[in-house]
């Protein structure tokens, strides 16, 4: 198992990465080759993120106190994971959006966000160069003190993005569900590692064992340790990278 830091220049047979740092904004990057050219990913913060390919921009969960989306590019596609505030902003999203722009959402977001497309766990939408697939995200043992999960099942969605031949999985807030277990050829995985929302270090590593991306990237993680992580993945040829997504 290989780990990254900072910066990352990866070689897989036809998997490429490349990492920098975008100065104007403070934002890292990572760029993979695809079939249909390059894919970069912008680590905005925490849950945030978003993927440039094709001439087009897709953003994942935009909140406003992650960035100033008014000097963002506008997007061609929202996904929104669910209805927590780190997760759902309307006003982030309303600076990013135009008429065109499809905003794709969980069922906990029906009624919240003003034409969007609820996608329902196991449902799938295409978009041109894009394929997204929802997928369950949700607790089994995390609970609020009524005893009621954080994330209750088939609320929330976490998706995989497929383009140029590539795999994105974004897990939104989710524990090490059995559901994981069931993806298949994942090239990166996005997952969480906070407590008492989502997982701990030993169950993301349990949950990426269960699919063995190519990459796997920690995010949502809060001020848990991610080095911890990296320890846990020591024995697997899964590369661990970590960028600023606390």
Known sequence: MKTTISILIMLFTGFTGSSQTNQAKNFETDTYETSKGQLKITFIGHGTL????????VHIDPVLREADF???PKANLILVTHEHFDHLDKKAISMIADPQTKIIMSKSCKGLIDNGIVLLNGEQKNLGDWVIEAVPAYNLQNKRPDGLPFHPKGNGNGYVISY??????????TENVPEMGNLKKIDI???????????????????AKSFMPVVLYPYHYGETNPQLLVDLMKATPIEVIIRKMK
């Open 50 to 57: 978003m993927i440039e390919a094709g001439g087009q921009v």
């Open 70 to 72: 008014s000097k963002l």
């Open 164 to 173: 140029g031949g590539k795999r994105i999985y974004v897990a939104g807030d």
């Open 189 to 207: 995985a996005f997952l969480p590692m906070n407590l008492p929302y989502t997982m701990t270090p030993q169950m993301v590593a349990d949950g």
